[in-house]
């Protein structure tokens, strides 16, 4: 019945069929049904589901992003608990942080932020940033990467807060 099935905690599971990916409740009950081309991450009732697009010839993404073809680009959306798309298919990068502040990127140069119900909580202008935790971001303006995610040492960096919305404290 399941090509794939990988727990996700919170009582849930990753499937795959020949439709695409869903998530499963603990009773084997589709919670979000099997429609997607990929779903990357399932974190408190949200998931990071990817449809695929045209790529644009100016993409100029990262290795590490998800790849799929070279005239076709995963573009990334969250749902929430009941399937309903929350943040539209805008992003290459999207990551739901513990404290439920989703990290967005639209071309995988620049960063924001998007709140627990797709919203945009500070808008993209980060060239880092890192998840939410305990409330706090790290970020940075002015850098730019030497060889790769990992070596980006240059610009200034900061501690944003959600509630302080021009990105320093």
Same mark, same amino acid.
């Given at each position: 019945?399941?090509?794939?099935?990988?727990?996700?905690?919170?009582?849930?599971?990753?499937?795959?069929?020949?439709?695409?990916?869903?998530?499963?409740?603990?009773?084997?009950?589709?919670?979000?049904?099997?429609?997607?081309?990929?779903?990357?991450?399932?974190?408190?009732?949200?998931?990071?589901?990817?449809?695929?697009?045209?790529?644009?010839?100016?993409?100029?993404?990262?290795?590490?992003?998800?790849?799929?073809?070279?005239?076709?680009?995963?573009?990334?959306?969250?749902?929430?608990?009941?399937?309903?798309?929350?943040?539209?298919?805008?992003? @290459?990068?999207?990551?739901? #942080?513990?404290?439920?502040?989703?990290?967005?990127?639209?071309?995988?140069? *620049? /960063? !924001?932020?998007? =709140?627990?119900?797709?919203?945009?909580?500070?808008?993209?202008?980060?060239?880092?940033?890192?998840?939410?935790?305990?409330?706090?971001? @790290?970020?940075?303006?002015? #850098?730019?990467?030497?060889?790769?995610?990992?070596?980006?040492?240059?610009? *200034? /960096? !900061?501690?944003? =807060?959600?509630?302080?919305?021009?990105?320093?404290?």
């Amino acid at each position: 019945r399941f090509d794939e099935l990988i727990p996700q905690g919170e009582n849930a599971w990753l499937a795959k069929t020949a439709n695409g990916y869903g998530i499963l409740n603990a009773k084997g009950e589709w919670v979000i049904t099997d429609k997607y081309r990929k779903i990357m991450q399932f974190r408190n009732g949200h998931a990071v589901v990817a449809r695929l697009a045209v790529r644009d010839k100016q993409d100029r993404r990262r290795s590490y992003d998800y790849k799929s073809d070279n005239d076709s680009i995963l573009k990334l959306g969250v749902t929430d608990k009941n399937g309903n798309l929350i943040a539209d298919y805008n992003w @290459v990068e999207l990551i739901i #942080g513990p404290d439920d502040i989703m990290l967005v990127s639209a071309d995988g140069k *620049s /960063y !924001g932020y998007l =709140d627990a119900q797709g919203k945009e909580l500070l808008p993209v202008q980060y060239d880092f940033a890192s998840v939410f935790r305990e409330q706090r971001a @790290v970020v940075s303006t002015g #850098g730019s990467l030497a060889k790769g995610y990992n070596d980006f040492i240059y610009g *200034s /960096y !900061g501690i944003t =807060d959600r509630l302080n919305s021009n990105g320093y404290t």
